[in-house]
């Protein structure tokens, strides 16, 4: 058969095949803008409602656009107090869970035993237990040891809801250190927690940093734990505060609502930007060994 008659016949069939390709996707086109739009008209709503005196549950543009409701929520008691009793609540939670979660992962990662896979999937275990069904006994030992409305013991008990997954997380990033770098740095005369700070640790810094967010985003956002363990306004986060816009008998401030909403995520975006840019390149391993 010649080369142009086999080109004749091989086209159509391609014709056809893009044909059902691009009539199959487009099912899955439709069902993609369904979803974003899901996500995208809660975030329209909260940006314009944000400048609406008068905003409602509806979505609408505000007739006269402006930005009394930040300056309504821009006040100590209603939003820095509450931000900065968040900043140290994340922070140290995800501090104390990094810290944690280095030191059980390291052996986990570089010494092979028959215990370690129950025990992490013991870990695991724990990550499936849920925070509603461990807090009645967690307030009744908070109040025999006198520590309710207590920050530190807020930030350790929150640690440890945390810390399951992120003991996994960073086994996972500590894996894909090489081990020969550690046994280079043993050489020259460094102790192991030597090599851990030194060699370990710089080399899955963007591990870390993800580590790092994924529990501050957890504690940012917990609402119950903090409900129930810090009992003064002066102490509560913003996650507990923002109740503060609902009133009695189901009047609400959407405005002021919108506006303290968009305040709250600001920091958690600030800080992905800038862990993400100071991780660039932080698993570049090559050349790290010379042989």
């Known amino acids: 058969m010649s080369a142009p008659a086999r080109t004749a016949r091989t086209r159509p069939a391609t014709t056809g095949r893009r044909q059902r390709r691009r009539a199959g ?3 899955a086109d439709v069902v993609l803008l369904l979803i974003g ?4 008209l809660p975030l329209l709503w909260l940006i314009l409602a944000s400048l609406d005196a008068e905003a409602g549950h509806e979505l609408r543009i505000p007739a006269e656009a402006g930005a009394d409701n930040f300056a309504a929520v821009l006040t100590p008691e209603l939003l820095f107090r509450p931000l900065w009793n968040s900043v140290v609540l994340s922070g140290g939670t995800a501090a104390v869970t990094l810290v944690a979660a280095v030191l059980a992962a390291y052996p986990l990662s570089r ?3 028959r215990f370690n896979r129950p025990f992490m999937y013991t870990v695991l275990f724990g ?21 309710l409305d207590s920050m530190p013991a807020t930030i350790f008990f929150m640690a440890t809801t945390t810390l399951p997954m992120a003991i996994w997380m960073t086994k996972n990033f500590m894996d894909g250190v090489p081990a020969s770098l550690e046994e280079a740095a043993w050489v020259d005369g460094a102790t192991r927690m030597a090599a851990l700070r030194t060699i370990v640790l710089p080399l899955m810094r963007q591990g870390l940093g993800v580590v790092f967010i994924f529990v501050f985003i957890q504690a940012w956002g917990n609402f119950f734990v903090p409900f129930v363990l810090l009992l003064s306004e002066a102490r509560q986060p913003a996650a507990v505060s923002i109740f503060s816009f609902f009133g009695q008998h189901g009047a609400v401030a959407y405005g002021q609502l919108a506006a303290f ?3 709250y995520s600001l920091p958690v975006l600030v800080l992905y930007v800038i ?5 660039d390149g932080s698993f570049a391993l090559s050349g790290a060994v010379r042989g």
């Open 111 to 113: 010494y092979q035993s």
């Open 275 to 279: 862990v993400a840019r100071g991780a």
């Open 261 to 263: 909403s968009i305040l």
């Open 127 to 147: 990550t499936c237990l849920p925070i509603t069904a461990i807090m009645v006994p967690v307030y009744g030992l908070f109040v025999q040891f006198e520590l």
């Open 37 to 40: 739009a899901g996500f995208l």
């Open 25 to 27: 996707s487009t099912p």
